[in-house]
T-cell receptor, first 111, second 109 residues
Framework: DAKTTQPTSMDCAEGRAANLPCNHSTISGNEYVYWYRQIHSQGPQYIIHGLKNNETNEMASLIITEDRKSSTLILPHATLRDTAVYYCIVNPDFGNEKLTFGTGTRLTIIP | NAGVTQTPKFQVLKTGQSMTLQCAQDMNHNSMYWYRQDPGMGLRLIYYSASEGTTDKGEVPNGYNVSRLNKREFSLRLESAAPSQTSVYFC????????FGQGTRLTVV
């Protein structure tokens, strides 16, 4: 039973903002939203996480709706190197839980 | 500070052979994980360990065994390799966000 739902694929023009949506309507009160990405055949890389407030770091911004049932990862100025599969996951903070990945969104940055 | 280190990076096995994939982390994380990723597919959890001395099955545990040797090390063993186990294997560890190794590319012929 998937905890998150993401579009299978998206395209974005180079230099534009890439907005990747994620639905997590069954999220629990103690679960955080985490985003990872996997570039080609490398190991996944952590991007950002949040509980209910919007978060920003050097890589991306995370916008979580007030009801916490969905979120959007924003890459503000997409480059070709941002082409990757992006995974949205919900997990308790400091969670020693089964950490499973869905199929993610394949983001392609178009030159 | 090496993060998560996997050995070997590449391996070719014959059907029926056994081998152990090694994983070590130097971040003092409690949780460690083993995943497999088939070409064009997502990550599937094989086994995980929430703390030293405990292991639990993931989504696809059949054909594999694991050992959490100590807090640093979590190994994955294939007792009798099959062609269906040809895949890229990733180890990860976490306290909060997860950190992944570079992967082991295993081919079973």
């Amino acid at each position: 039973d998937a905890k998150t739902t993401q579009p299978t694929s998206m395209d974005c023009a180079e230099g534009r903002a890439a907005n990747l949506p994620c639905n997590h309507s069954t999220i629990s009160g103690n679960e955080y939203v985490y985003w990872y990405r996997q570039i080609h055949s490398q190991g996944p890389q952590y991007i950002i996480h949040g509980l209910k407030n919007n978060e920003t770091n050097e890589m991306a911004s995370l916008i979580i709706t007030e009801d916490r049932k969905s979120s959007t990862l924003i890459l503000p100025h997409a480059t070709l190197r941002d082409t990757a599969v992006y995974y949205c996951i919900v997990n308790p903070d400091f969670g020693n839980e089964k950490l499973t990945f869905g199929t993610g969104t394949r983001l392609t940055i178009i030159p | 500070n090496a993060g998560v280190t996997q050995t070997p990076k590449f391996q070719v096995l014959k059907t029926g052979q056994s081998m152990t994939l090694q994983c070590a982390q130097d971040m003092n994380h409690n949780s460690m994980y083993w995943y497999r990723q088939d070409p064009g597919m997502g990550l599937r959890l094989i086994y995980y360990s929430a703390s030293e001395g405990t292991t639990d099955k993931g989504e696809v545990p059949n054909g594999y065994n694991v050992s959490r040797l100590n807090k640093r090390e979590f190994s994955l063993r294939l007792e009798s390799a099959a062609p269906s186990q040809t895949s890229v294997y990733f180890c990860a560890s976490s306290r909060r966000e997860a950190f992944f190794g570079q992967g082991t590319r295993l081919t079973v012929v």
